[in-house]
């Protein structure tokens, strides 16, 4: 990515603070598309790879980089892994289940000949007598009662259907070890050609699965950092160490909610943004957020209401996935999200607080006193300088409603820190003058005005990780 040079076409205290990505998928399947929907307020694009092949991530890869410097706005692109989604394999017409009855299960088996459900993943390695195994988004519910020569026997517990590829829960079994599968590694192994900014990894159990993969971008040289989608019954007895482990973290409802019950996930959902905040890592709260615009102009009341809590609870990121992946309407989708972020974030009437958590680093302190600083004078900006985006991050954690810029030589952390709350970056040269020289410009610009107070965060080493020690108060001129 270039300089950044293009001027905020909005006032600086008009910026949304929450964050909104958007899924490219065949709705969006075009350059012009993906430069609509950055446009229109994206701030990080996900790229599915449960769909499509390289050439097709590829090519939307190089379109949303050209898009993101055609507009002067870093983008996060976000590489999400299937992880380990087990599913029926392959079988004619429909299935009826019937409460009582007994199912077999087995890997590539031909249903026609053996009366056992075909699967993609062979469960008997893995599954015990107990165990729930639920079938087609929870629609039908089994109980493992044996496992025997490679087959799964379970008892339904309710009538439904079945069809062919439909996925599979198992909310009581370990997948210990399994978590990274081939295809996820052909698939990182691809990433780490591209200009990826964030990994999301699927189905994660504990924190050792996030390490593993650490290990395994690391062995591939990628820079990107790690989102852990949050989705399985046992991640939530691992749920700290794993906010500690990743480098950011993604409520993923739908299978969450298939795992526990569901009057559970709003729970979670608080639980895990609060853990976010205290720990800085940026939080994605996605899935069915605006789901009836896939084929409404308009969300519903309740939609909304989603989207504005999420908002109120302050988390990083809201995401649309089939909105904007295969929707009828996935630009009026991004639209409808940044008016409701912003009507929330203007007109809020509570403030949400999670418990305290004592962080002694020198980065937390000089953090809370540059927020405390420009709390006390009114500050109209926090101008932060950072090579790694560290200590926007911090900052960004504590929630300020003063506008954050970040000032980077660094395009992958301008494009990691687009998708953080609060925070408006742009790229300039290392420079000892970094913060002054962009506020000089914004108040050319007329972003900022003479009078204008702002408090700037920088080294005195520009450049270097880590160096942040000097804040100062500016008066624009």
Same mark, same amino acid.
């Not at 996930?265 to 905040?277: A, H, S």
């Given at each position: 990515?270039?300089?950044?040079?293009?001027?905020?076409?909005?006032?600086?205290?008009?910026? /949304?603070?929450?964050?909104?990505?958007?899924?490219?998928?065949? $709705? %969006?399947?075009?350059? =012009? $598309?993906?430069?609509?929907?950055? /446009?229109?307020?994206?701030?990080?694009?996900?790229?599915?790879? #449960?769909?499509?092949?390289?050439?097709?991530?590829?090519?939307?890869?190089?379109?949303?980089?050209?898009?993101?410097?055609? &507009?002067?706005?870093?983008?996060?692109?976000?590489?999400?892994?299937?992880?380990?989604?087990?599913?029926?394999?392959?079988?004619?017409?429909?299935?009826?289940?019937?409460?009582?009855?007994? &199912? /077999?299960?087995?890997? !590539?088996?031909?249903?026609?000949?053996?009366?056992?459900?075909?699967?993609?993943?062979?469960?008997?390695?893995?599954?015990?007598?107990?165990?729930?195994?639920?079938?087609?988004?929870?629609?039908?519910?089994?109980?493992?009662?044996?496992?025997?020569?490679?087959?799964?026997?379970?008892?339904?517990? !309710? @009538?439904?259907?079945?069809?062919?590829?439909?996925?599979?829960?198992?909310?009581?079994?370990?997948?210990?070890?399994?978590?990274?599968? $081939?295809?996820?590694?052909?698939?990182? &192994?691809?990433?780490?050609?591209?200009?990826?900014?964030?990994?999301?990894?699927?189905?994660?159990?504990? +924190?050792?699965?996030?390490?593993?993969?650490?290990?395994?971008?690391?062995?591939?040289?990628?820079?990107?950092?790690?989102?852990?989608?949050?989705?399985?019954?046992?991640?939530?007895?691992?749920?700290?160490?794993?906010?500690?482990? %990743?480098?950011?973290?993604?409520?993923?409802?739908?299978?969450?909610?298939?795992?526990?019950?569901?009057? @559970?996930?709003?729970?979670?959902?608080?639980?895990?943004?609060? &853990?976010?905040?205290?720990?800085?890592?940026?939080?994605?709260?996605?899935?069915?957020?605006?789901?009836?615009?896939?084929?409404?102009?308009?969300?519903?009341?309740?939609?909304?209401?989603?989207?504005?809590?999420?908002?109120?609870?302050? %988390?990083?990121?809201?995401?649309?996935?089939? =909105?904007?992946?295969?929707?009828?309407?996935?630009?009026?989708?991004?639209?409808?999200?940044?008016?409701?972020?912003?009507?929330?974030?203007?007109? !809020?009437?509570? +403030?949400?607080?999670?418990?305290?958590?004592?962080?002694? +680093?020198?980065?937390?302190?000089?953090? /809370?006193?540059?927020?405390?600083?420009?709390?006390?004078?009114?500050?109209?900006?926090?101008?932060?300088?950072?090579?790694?985006?560290?200590?926007?991050?911090?900052?960004?954690?504590?929630?300020?409603?003063?506008?954050?810029?970040?000032?980077?030589?660094?395009?992958? %952390? $301008?494009?990691?820190?687009?998708?953080?709350?609060?925070?408006? #970056?742009?790229?300039?040269?290392?420079?000892?003058?970094?913060?002054?020289?962009?506020?000089?410009?914004?108040?050319?610009?007329?972003?900022?005005?003479?009078?204008?107070?702002?408090?700037?965060?920088?080294?005195?080493?520009?450049?270097?990780?880590?160096?942040?020690?000097?804040?100062?108060?500016?008066?624009?001129?």
């Amino acid at each position: 990515m270039k300089l950044t040079q293009d001027v905020p076409n909005v006032p600086i205290a008009e910026f /949304k603070r929450t964050k909104i990505i958007a899924t490219v998928g065949p $709705a %969006t399947d075009s350059y =012009e $598309a993906i430069r609509d929907l950055i /446009k229109a307020g994206a701030n990080g694009l996900r790229l599915n790879f #449960s769909h499509g092949d390289h050439q097709e991530h590829g090519r939307r890869i190089a379109w949303i980089r050209k898009a993101s410097e055609e &507009l002067g706005k870093p983008v996060a692109i976000i590489q999400d892994l299937q992880g380990p989604k087990i599913r029926l394999g392959d079988f004619d017409g429909v299935v009826e289940v019937e409460a009582g009855q007994h &199912l /077999k299960f087995a890997y !590539n088996a031909n249903y026609a000949t053996t009366g056992c459900l075909p699967t993609q993943y062979d469960l008997s390695k893995k599954v015990k007598r107990g165990e729930r195994l639920y079938l087609f988004d929870g629609k039908v519910r089994t109980t493992v009662t044996r496992v025997a020569d490679g087959i799964v026997y379970a008892e339904a517990e !309710n @009538a439904g259907m079945l069809i062919k590829r439909k996925g599979i829960n198992l909310p009581d079994t370990d997948f210990a070890g399994d978590v990274i599968t $081939a295809k996820d590694k052909a698939d990182l &192994l691809f990433g780490s050609t591209q200009d990826i900014d964030y990994v999301a990894q699927s189905f994660v159990q504990s +924190s050792n699965d996030v390490r593993d993969m650490r290990r395994l971008m690391k062995n591939l040289n990628m820079n990107a950092k790690i989102i852990v989608k949050f989705e399985t019954k046992a991640a939530i007895e691992d749920m700290e160490a794993i906010v500690q482990e %990743t480098d950011a973290l993604m409520v993923a409802r739908g299978d969450l909610a298939v795992e526990v019950v569901p009057e @559970a996930v709003p729970i979670v959902q608080r639980q895990l943004i609060g &853990l976010c905040q205290r720990h800085a890592k940026p939080v994605i709260v996605a899935t069915q957020m605006l789901f009836s615009m896939t084929h409404a102009p308009s969300p519903t009341r309740a939609e909304i209401s989603d989207v504005a809590t999420a908002v109120i609870l302050g %988390t990083d990121c809201v995401m649309l996935s089939d =909105e904007t992946a295969n929707g009828q309407y996935p630009l009026e989708s991004v639209a409808t999200m940044k008016r409701v972020i912003q009507y929330t974030e203007a007109h !809020n009437p509570v +403030s949400v607080g999670f418990p305290e958590y004592a962080d002694h +680093s020198r980065q937390a302190a000089i953090s /809370k006193a540059i927020l405390s600083l420009a709390d006390t004078i009114q500050a109209k900006a926090i101008v932060a300088e950072t090579k790694s985006g560290a200590t926007a991050q911090q900052i960004s954690s504590y929630r300020p409603t003063i506008p954050l810029i970040a000032v980077t030589n660094s395009a992958r %952390t $301008a494009q990691q820190l687009a998708i953080m709350y609060g925070i408006k #970056s742009y790229v300039r040269p290392i420079d000892k003058q970094a913060a002054t020289k962009l506020t000089d410009w914004l108040r050319k610009n007329r972003v900022l005005h003479s009078g204008d107070i702002v408090v700037t965060a920088s080294g005195k080493h520009p450049g270097i990780v880590g160096t942040t020690d000097t804040i100062k108060v500016r008066v624009l001129e």
